[in-house]
């Protein structure tokens, strides 16, 4: 896979790092976090005078959008799937299963499917949602509304040197992690020291330009950190003026590509940027404002009418684990480090690699040792607002091989879904005032008012069948079956969770919290299982592999939970746990 890593490169994610958490509101540093990191904050402020930015991290007890309140990924768009979600949701949400405290919630499941089937509505939601998610689109409020012109700071060539923020302190900020410099309020410092913080950046990293393009690009280098510094802003920008020409100019049979010239064009002054970072940058957006808006518009409609889903940004920096397929060498060194996070792809056209099926499922040491210890380097932490997408964009990858022999990695396939955001970016801030570059607070008052809505439904129903209520919406099944025994009152709510735990201890002899090989099993045996020393250790690998543990370390209580709930490998009915219980 072809990586432009020009002068802008830089990856902020290396190779087997975790970045440790983000500070909380005060400063008060994350669990876990190094020595370091909790104090170096401290140390800039003590020791520069710097502005220091300062994160809080939400958090989230219920689905906040309608998406999510049906169990479907975020911009589904697909009639069949919507309708599917609204038919599996709406019996869960049915007073005949949760009782009398759910009707709330079932009117406002009726609602969002309304909503998400209609596809003008769903448009219009899907463009309120993503502008309720704009945080970080443009980081710099100004102070003056009547200035003409901005800085930017290319954070892909900021080397920390934290000349600007002692220069500029009303005018730079420093985040205490990555220690690069952004610009938080623009003019905040009378001209003369604004100049000596742009002419004294030893990277020419800052560079004043006209108001219209400071948005657009700040919005650019959110996008070009999901894709790890492969790509800087300005890269991206071009890149959307080739994508704009390559979906509305004619092409001749034969002929070169539409943007063929114009890429070349783009590749001489990213060239130049190793010898004039300023001049090259005021250049690349010269060239890109020949892109005429009745170019975009038209692009924009061809892009909407595709249906690939517009990517989100989050409020906090919180990270996610990403498998790249196409890199997966099959050595399945992560599953057995990670097991609760990665598994193996069933499916045949997936070719039995490695994926990760859950997020935050191990501690960020194990993860941090599956990503080192990746023989093929395939596994990457990633920004988890783009997890979604990137699994989209595997499927894309996979099913571009498979029917057209074309190989393309997921992250070359994610950098088009940002280039096409970057496109229906650049036609929404046209609409934009001042004060709305931030964020459209309309659009946040929605979104907050929908997430309120479902929250305060939710509440209604009790913390117990709400847990399972949210993990039956996710496809869990066991979690249908103990909601619809719970309705029958066939069983008492906690009754079968009571028997599993019973059932578990029972069992672990030493008392650490997992079910290892010997221990296992004795409730094999009680089970029924004859085989040989040999078939077990098979038997044991595999219900080990099946359940998503690791087999050096035993079934912890989830996995446990999964083998006796799981009805192709048998499942224990509530009697049968009684009665190996008493024989006990």
Request: hydrophobic content about 40%.
């Amino acid at each position: 896979m072809a990586m432009a890593l020009g002068p802008g490169a830089w990856n902020p994610l290396p190779h087997g790092s975790l970045p440790p958490p983000r500070p909380r509101a005060a400063a008060r540093p994350a669990a876990g976090a190094s020595f370091a990191t909790r104090h170096v904050a401290a140390a800039l402020v003590a020791a520069q005078g710097v502005r220091v930015v300062r994160r809080v991290a939400l958090r989230v007890l219920a689905p906040t959008d309608y998406y999510g309140l049906l169990g479907l990924p975020a911009y589904t768009s697909d009639r069949k799937a919507i309708k599917a979600a609204h038919r599996r949701t709406v019996k869960l949400v049915h007073p005949d299963i949760l009782g009398p405290a759910s009707g709330d919630l079932q009117v406002i499941v009726n609602s969002a499917y309304r909503m998400l089937s209609d596809d003008e509505l769903r448009e219009k939601y899907d463009t309120t949602l993503r502008r309720s998610k704009m945080s970080n689109m443009a980081m710099s409020q100004w102070a003056n509304p009547k200035a003409t012109e901005g800085l930017f700071v290319d954070e892909t060539v900021c080397r920390s040197c934290l000349k600007c923020a002692s220069s500029a302190p009303g005018t730079f900020e420093v985040d205490p992690n990555t220690r690069r410099a952004h610009v938080y309020l623009q003019g905040g410092n009378d001209v003369n020291d604004l100049d000596i913080a742009e002419l004294g950046c030893p990277e020419q990293a800052i560079t004043m330009l006209p108001r219209r393009w400071v948005p657009l690009l700040e919005y650019a280098l959110q996008k070009s950190k999901s894709l790890q510094g492969r790509k800087n802003p300005f890269d991206l920008l071009a890149a959307a003026h080739c994508r704009v020409l390559q979906l509305t100019a004619k092409q001749d049979l034969g002929a070169a590509p539409p943007d063929a010239q114009l890429r070349e064009e783009y590749a001489e002054m990213a060239t130049a940027l190793k010898e004039d970072f300023r001049e090259a940058r005021r250049n690349i957006l010269a060239k890109y404002a020949t892109c005429s808006d009745e170019a975009k518009k038209e692009a924009g409609e061809l892009i909407a009418k595709g249906g690939r889903p517009p990517s989100g940004i989050q409020e906090d920096d919180e990270l996610g684990v990403f498998v790249d397929e196409t890199a997966c060498s099959r050595c399945y060194k992560c599953v057995e480090v990670a097991s609760s996070t990665f598994a193996v792809h069933r499916s045949p056209e997936r070719g039995e690699k490695v994926h990760a099926v859950a997020q935050d499922a191990d501690a960020a040491e194990i993860l941090q040792a599956a990503v080192r210890n990746c023989p093929s380097r395939a596994i990457s932490f990633v920004q988890k607002a783009d997890v979604p997408l990137l699994d989209l964009a595997m499927r894309e990858a996979v099913q571009l091989a498979q029917t057209s022999g074309v190989l393309k990695g997921p992250f070359q396939i994610l950098e088009e879904y940002l280039v096409e955001d970057i496109i229906r970016m650049d036609l929404e801030l046209k609409d934009f005032t001042p004060a709305q570059t931030r964020r459209d607070a309309r659009s946040v008052a929605a979104a907050q008012d929908a997430a309120e809505e479902i929250s305060e439904a939710s509440q209604m129903i009790p913390e117990d069948v709400r847990q399972r209520l949210w993990r039956g919406i996710g496809g869990d099944q066991s979690a249908v079956k103990e909601l619809e025994a719970m309705a029958s009152g066939e069983v008492p709510s906690a009754s079968r969770t009571s028997l599993k735990a019973e059932l578990f201890q029972s069992f672990d002899a030493d008392g650490d919290g997992f079910l290892y090989s010997t221990e296992l099993r004795g409730l094999a045996s009680a089970m029924g299982f004859e085989g040989s020393d040999s078939e077990w250790t098979q038997e044991y690998v595999m219900i080990c592999t099946e359940v998503g543990c690791d087999p050096t370390q035993g079934l912890d209580f989830r996995g446990f939970s999964r083998m006796v709930d799981d009805e192709e490998a048998g499942y224990l009915e509530d009697e049968e746990m009684v009665d190996i219980l008493q024989s006990r």
